[in-house]
């Protein structure tokens, strides 16, 4: 399992770490409240994470293209 590091671009501090994707993230979409993340991998999963605490909230597997 890799994990993934989101930065604060304004000040390069690290905001939160994922964890979940066994291959290559290549979609990130943030709630319209910051407070989750929507991560899109190769590994054909959707993973949505609590931006404060990291926390995986949902999942979605089997995703194609």
Do not use: C, E
């Not at 994922?18 to 929507?38: C, E, F, Q, T």
């Amino acid at each position: 399992m890799r994990r993934r590091v989101v930065w604060d671009a304004t000040n390069g501090n690290l905001i939160t770490t994922l964890r979940g994707h066994k291959k290559g993230v290549n979609a990130i979409a943030w709630s319209p409240d910051d407070a989750r993340i929507a991560s899109a991998s190769d590994d054909q999963t959707v993973l949505v994470h609590d931006v404060k605490t990291g926390q995986l909230i949902f999942s979605y597997t089997g995703h194609k293209g």
